[in-house]
């Protein structure tokens, strides 16, 4: 009952704060970011091109009609808060079935579909190259299949795309002017889930 009642009352908040903005109707986003400053820079690109799509950002997952994770590979800790927080948000779906949870980044890129047919947490794996194609995998995800893009480029870098500043209170920016790694170092997972080391144009 006390997450039933706390889940009224943050939606009768947010549904105030829809119609002070104008954003009353709107589907609303909530991105959630784990490890590097890159995963933050990356929320930025996904929270633009949705918006681009008539989505608005939340804080408060409870009222998300979309909850994307993104998230870290480089150490078990980090893997397991992401486990704990989708059991979170698995309980969001009991009062709004059709809510969509989406994990990106890194730890997508690493299990692939692991999440959909072993844990079934999400219904949606997008990898870090695969930001562009979000419109269209939660077209999938809302007939109620899972969707999955993990394809790794070797020319995205989403320099045209100009990042929602999610941080609205911060003094910094992320300007990302590379992506990828092509060192391989025995140690290191970043060739295998962000790719092969590319550079944006500077003129970009």
């Known amino acids: 009952m006390e997450f039933e009642d706390k889940i009224i009352d943050e939606n009768r908040q947010g549904e105030a704060l829809m119609k002070e903005t104008g954003n009353?109707?709107?589907?609303?986003?909530?991105?959630?970011?784990?490890?590097?400053?890159?995963?933050?820079?990356?929320?930025?690109?996904v929270a633009s091109i949705l918006i681009d799509k008539g989505y608005v950002t939340t804080q408060?997952?409870?009222?998300?009609?979309?909850?994307?994770?993104?998230?870290?590979?480089?150490r078990v800790n980090a893997e397991s808060k992401v486990r704990q927080r989708l059991q979170d948000y698995k309980r969001v779906k009991k009062n709004n079935p059709d809510a969509l949870i989406g994990v990106l980044g890194c730890?997508?890129?690493?299990?692939?579909?692991?999440?959909?047919?072993?844990?079934?947490?999400?219904?949606?794996?997008?990898?870090?190259?695969?930001?562009?194609?979000?419109p269209n995998?939660?077209?999938?995800?809302?007939?109620?299949?899972?969707?999955?893009?993990?394809?790794?480029?070797?020319?995205?870098?989403y320099a045209d795309i100009s990042p929602m500043r999610l941080d609205k209170n911060g003094v910094s920016a992320f300007i990302s002017i590379m992506?990828?790694?092509?060192?391989?170092?025995?140690?290191?997972?970043?060739?295998?889930?962000?790719?092969?080391?590319?550079?944006?144009d500077p003129k970009a």
């Open 179 to 200: 992506r990828g790694c092509d060192n391989m170092c025995s140690f290191c997972v970043v060739p295998f889930t962000r790719g092969r080391e590319r550079s944006r």
């Open 24 to 45: 009353e109707g709107k589907k609303k986003m909530f991105l959630e970011s784990y490890g590097c400053q890159m995963n933050f820079a990356d929320s930025e690109i």
């Open 137 to 157: 995998l939660i077209e999938i995800a809302e007939t109620g299949q899972k969707a999955v893009n993990v394809i790794l480029s070797k020319e995205e870098t």
């Open 107 to 134: 730890m997508a890129e690493r299990l692939k579909s692991q999440f959909l047919e072993q844990e079934k947490l999400v219904d949606m794996v997008v990898g870090p190259d695969a930001y562009r194609d979000l």
């Open 60 to 74: 408060n997952f409870l009222e998300a009609d979309v909850i994307f994770v993104n998230t870290c590979a480089i």
